[in-house]
């Protein structure tokens, strides 16, 4: 390094000091103005990981995260932080000879997982496509909007979280956002990522998506029934994805957009329990994976009922 | 902001460490307090239920055992059942025909097998109010699923464990089924198109 480069650096370096100390006066208000903060917001923001508190401090924070919810908006919120149950491995099957690309799915889970409305996410994508090309992805179309579906010669495939065993979102976090639960749901938690889209960059299935903007949903619309690591409201600048509503299935029930499929081509169990539908599917239905060639892994298969 | 606090963090060590978190934390502190304590915390009123998913088929619950519970036979068309209301004072035809008088509706849309089917292969031509198997053994309207699995054995096996068609409920305890007839009109028994939800919005719908 020559030194007239590293007397640059030297006067870059005192410089942002004397800005920093330049700015001091605004800080000490700042500092002053910290009595305005609850203290629930102070503890939010130095929040540890999830993964790594103590039952009591998530039960506090649960407590916290209610109370905040209800007030904002109107009505009483449950957050839950039940834990994966052992023995349990989440599983889903979706029967591409049914689908018939009605998108209710889509909207469903809109609903039941509180995304935003306006900017739009969509946990869901359904890929409309030729039956003659097969799984062809250069030739999918999300934007289909004919007057009737399923248009002639044409089948649907929908697209969300892929819930990998050898999650490439997981491996590329670099705060440990994300994770397996072990469930095998992949999780994120909202306080602790940076938003830097790495995850988003590495799934290879298109199903992470970004809120650029505040989330905005309506009062009367938002579901108050929220699990912690998966539909409670978010804020902007954070990832989220397809935890298979992990609020509905880790207390017993099928997902959201299983129970609106019109066609009953979405399937959903365990996949340690010999006697589910969803082992059946495996073992007696003609099944793929999305991407097989990736190694992700899925525990989302798709499959051909008849 | 975040990224600059944990990525500092592991790099700094000791005093430089310490100076450096004091002037993030105040950093943070300045930030979290213009972004969060300005907003809007107004406590809105409302005493609307918790909502849950449009829950179509949840009651009319009828049967009980191993956990499945079938849903109640959808409603037959206004008026139509039972059937002897009206045939008990008939002379029963037995030759294949098409219905005119009555009937006709579902003979305009009937499309089940049309060319080698017709009424009397599924309706008992004596016992009016009673589905017929192939055997000739009667059954009630809500088994009407046997009928189906005559010819459809296959999906008779998926639907028996809840593969075919639709459940609701429980993945791993109580659930509901549907019956065939449910989604399927006996008469004509392709599924209709429907109109699609909306796609998602495309960059260039967006108004700035």
Known sequence: ?306 | MNINFRSEKSRKSGITLFIWNFKIILFSCIFLFFNSCSRDNSIMEGNEENRTLPEIMRSDVINQGDNLYAVKAPPFSEDIFPCSGCHADEEPNPNRRQLVDMHDDIDAIFSHDRENRWCLDCHSIDTRDSLKLASGKLIGFDESYKLCGQCHGDKLRDWKVGVHGKRTGEWNGKKQYLLCVHCHNPHSPKFKAIKPLPPPVQQKDIQL
């Open chain 1, 1 to 306: 390094m020559n030194p007239i480069s590293q007397s640059m650096q030297k006067e870059e370096k005192s410089n942002s000091r004397r800005e920093f100390l330049k700015k001091l006066p605004v800080l000490a208000v700042g500092a002053a103005a910290l009595g305005g903060c609850s203290q629930e917001e102070i503890e939010e923001y130095f929040q540890q990981n999830f993964k790594t508190l103590s039952k009591e401090e998530k039960d506090e924070i649960v407590k916290n995260l209610e109370k905040k919810y209800s007030e904002k908006y109107g009505k009483e919120f449950t957050v839950s932080d039940t834990p994966a149950t052992e023995g349990i491995l989440f599983g889903y099957a979706l029967d591409l000879s049914r689908c018939i690309g009605c998108r209710k799915c889509v909207y469903a889970c809109v609903e039941e997982n509180n995304q935003s409305r306006d900017p739009q996410v969509h946990w869901i994508q359904v890929l409309q496509m030729e039956k003659k090309k097969g799984i062809d992805l250069v030739h999918a179309d999300v934007h289909y909007n004919p007057e009737k579906v399923p248009e002639e010669g044409h089948f649907y495939m929908p697209v969300q979280c892929q819930q990998c065993r050898n999650p490439q979102c997981v491996s590329v976090c670099p705060t440990k956002a994300t994770w397996q639960d072990d469930d095998g749901i992949v999780v994120v938690d909202y306080n602790w990522c940076i938003g830097c889209r790495y995850c988003m960059a590495a799934c290879p299935y298109g199903a992470r998506h970004f809120n650029w903007g505040e989330p905005n949903i309506p009062d009367e619309e938002i579901n108050p029934i929220t699990h912690y690591l998966g539909n409670r409201p978010r804020t902007k600048g954070v990832v989220e994805k397809c935890t298979f509503c992990i609020q509905r299935v880790r207390e017993g029930k099928y997902p959201a957009c299983v129970e609106i499929c019109p066609t009953g081509s979405r399937k959903f169990g365990n996949l340690l329990d010999p006697d589910s539908e969803i082992r059946y599917i495996l073992e007696n239905k003609r099944v793929l994976v999305f991407k097989e060639e990736l190694n992700t892994q899925p525990k989302f298969y798709y499959f051909f009922g008849v």
